[in-house]
């Protein structure tokens, strides 16, 4: 399994670089807009955050597309390799480029809002909501990437990373951060990864 | 449990409405090296990719060592070396990279033997896949199949693109590996002196059906073609059973039987011919009679 992961995360090494880009330039300004004002930053640090939901899209396009170009799953599937391993590895690699850009995001405006808005941190309850939600939103836009990324419409494909991320956004903006958005997230991503492992599975190689 | 690494039970595969295999039914031995031929598009490579799980049949069953093809558990993968048709190796990776990621993921490796093959085939390791010519990328695709010492190895046209010298190589690696005891290959191939040389049992697919399922030896020795001479013209009435093939030219009568036997030698003497001579079939010559319309069929 580990070498399946490897592999996964070798094939998709420049979606994690900029996964790690991406973190870093998201703490990088919360840690300036903190310190200069907060107010000015939500913009660029919401357009970032579209960039990298937008990401997570591609990456499930990405790995999907890939794979039937370079027929990869056909000639792992004659190693001793089930075809639930391989895609469990592709969905590990996926939620690792997630937790790479959350994580530190998450842990670096819990440390700030802590240290310099100890005032919003009183509501540590929201932190975690808002967390919770944008890992969803990403993993949901995640799998649906999985689901598209088997057009062989490049159009389609393209389409769909920029349309995605707005459609999940405008679900966060209709139903806010919390337990509502989170439950239809949470069917969202049980279909699409349903559908994913049925196709993948029952699919001739 | 049947002890047969491959069975086929009644395997019937449609493609968009049209039949492609009807009904094929046969078990190889362990041991045995069976060569399965068949004209191209006849379902050669469908038969091997339903039994290694790559696709799934219409009806009937496979299995594969034991254990049903469409479950096929990753143990069980491990036991088994495949050379595909085209050789579907994953051609944006470097040789050495492939060569890494199969060692990681295979239950059991041969680095020895691997790099004997390594230095014989004089494979480039620091190249991609993709820039390889047919020829390495086949002798590459066996040389990770045997690298696994594998229980079974499958082999769907291997030699494809490959030069003289290569092909008696890999012939020789197969016959090698066939020494070692209960080692099984299914060999798929369009080179049948290949196949002759190698092979133990046959099974031909014509037209989705298995005509032919029997030991090479059986095969040439129940499959007669005769040159049968008349006096006059040949008679049109010559009811002979299990008739493979019939040709008339002139005073002559060449005949492709199966399962010829003295009844058959009884009734073709009531005709009076002046003379009967039996001429040489090699495998080749009894792949093109059987893969004619309106065959016998040979199974045990």
Known sequence: ?205 | MNDSPIVIENLVKYYEGRCVLDGISLEVPRGCIYGLLGRNGCGKTTIIRILLGLEPPTRGRTELLGQDSTRLSAQTHGRIGYVAEGHNLIQNYKVGRLVGLCKGLSLHWNDEFFGHLVDTFRLPMHRKVKELSAGMRAELNLALAMAIDPELLILDDPTLGLDTVARRQFLELAIDLIQKQNRTILFSSHILADVERIADRIGIIVAGKLVVDCEQDVLKSRVKKLQVLFTGKPPEDLYITEIINQRIEGREMVLTVANWNNQKQAILETFNPTSCTELPMTLEDIFIECSRPAQAILVD
């Open chain 1, 1 to 205: 399994m580990f070498t399946l992961i490897k592999r996964e995360i070798t094939d998709h090494i420049p979606h994690l670089i900029l996964a790690v880009a991406l973190a870093a330039t998201m703490v990088g300004l919360l840690v300036y807009f903190t310190l200069v004002d907060l107010d000015e930053g939500v913009a660029v640090l919401v357009s970032l955050g579209l960039f990298a939901i937008a990401g997570c899209c591609s990456m499930g396009i990405a790995q999907v597309y890939g794979d039937r170009a370079n027929k990869i799953s056909p000639f792992l599937v004659t190693l001793p390799v089930t075809r639930a391993q391989i895609l469990t590895a592709r969905l590990v690699t996926g939620v690792l480029a997630i937790l790479i850009v959350l994580l530190p995001t998450v842990i670096a405006a819990t440390v700030l809002l802590d240290r310099y808005v100890p005032a919003l941190f009183f509501y540590w309850q929201a932190i975690v909501e808002v967390s919770l939600t944008l890992f969803l939103v990403a993993l949901a836009c995640y799998c649906l990437g999985l689901l598209i990324g088997s057009s062989t419409r490049k159009l389609l494909l393209v389409a769909a990373c920029l349309l995605v991320p707005f459609l999940m956004m405008t679900l966060v903006a209709v139903k806010g951060f919390g337990p509502q958005a989170m439950a239809v997230l949470g069917l969202l991503i049980l279909a699409a990864v349903v559908r994913v492992v049925t196709k993948f599975s029952s699919t001739p190689l």
